[in-house]
């Protein structure tokens, strides 16, 4: 076994801000009493990956040569899965993963599997996200796959409130952006949305406390891949074989 095997490899950087939430909430949710019981890391945080939503706009570089450095430095390192604290890169998941000795994991399922847990009996599910991950279809087919009607933003939501927020939250610009996330969070659940998957890690970051105040409504796809990862980790040591 790679002596790096029980690390995970972090894709980040997309933004900085989601992957800092990422890693506080990959420690906090580890089950753990010191030190090393945690899960070790190895963070690739390239801030200079071009810009996802610019590309899909057509108005930059395509980011996948660097995703695609990433993947390779991470499988150089010999980690035991990777993990991408971003949901609009995983438009490039398929080839991202055909690429990757270590299991690459899969932020949308991995928010997918989050609905059982906070409101079994949801049937609707409104989803919060970039406009270029809600143009991709990328949360629209698994949820639609899984039985779920989706509830998203109207093109006038993305234009005027969406996306000058998340320019915002790049910006630092948190308490304007909070405002707007939750206005349009509110337009979701007035159309029957019963429980909303924040599909942009940037957006759990200025809606703590709605996440705090109506756990069973949100689902923070950020807090869903740190799941995944501990999950995958507790269930590779449950696998293992004993040695006596």
């Known amino acids: 076994m790679n002596k790096r095997s029980h690390f995970v490899g972090i894709l980040g950087s997309m933004g900085p801000l989601a992957t800092a ?20 890391v190895i963070l690739h945080g390239d801030c200079t990956i071009p810009d996802r939503i610019e590309f899909i706009n057509g108005k930059g570089p395509s980011p996948l040569p660097q995703l695609s450095e990433g993947i390779r430095f991470l499988n150089d390192c010999g980690v035991g899965v990777i993990c991408m ?16 000795q270590a299991p690459l994991l899969h932020i949308v399922q991995s928010s997918a599997d989050q609905i059982s847990k906070k409101n079994p009996l949801a049937k609707k599910i409104g989803l919060l996200s970039t406009h270029s991950t809600h143009l991709s279809g990328l949360y629209h087919g698994p949820l639609q796959d899984r039985g779920f009607e989706v509830v998203s ?30 206005l349009v969070a509110q337009s979701l659940i007035e159309r029957g949305a019963e429980v909303i998957i924040l599909g942009c890690t940037e957006i759990p970051v200025v809606m703590k406390k709605q996440l705090a105040e109506k756990p069973s409504m949100y689902i923070d796809s950020n807090q869903a891949l740190a799941q995944a990862v501990i999950d995958f980790f507790q269930n590779t ?6 040695i006596v």
């Not at 040591?237 to 004993?242: D, E, L, N, R, T």
């Open 85 to 100: 604290p971003c949901n609009t890169a995983h438009i490039w998941h398929a080839q991202l993963a055909a690429m990757s």
């Open 153 to 182: 933003p109207t093109e006038k939501d993305f234009k005027v409130f969406i996306n000058p927020a998340i320019d915002q939250v790049k910006a630092n610009q948190i308490i304007p952006a909070e405002k707007t996330f939750t």
């Open 21 to 40: 939430d990422f890693l506080s909430k990959l420690v906090l949710n580890t089950p753990a009493n010191k030190d090393q019981d945690h899960i070790p």
């Open 237 to 242: 040591k449950a696998s293992a074989p004993q």
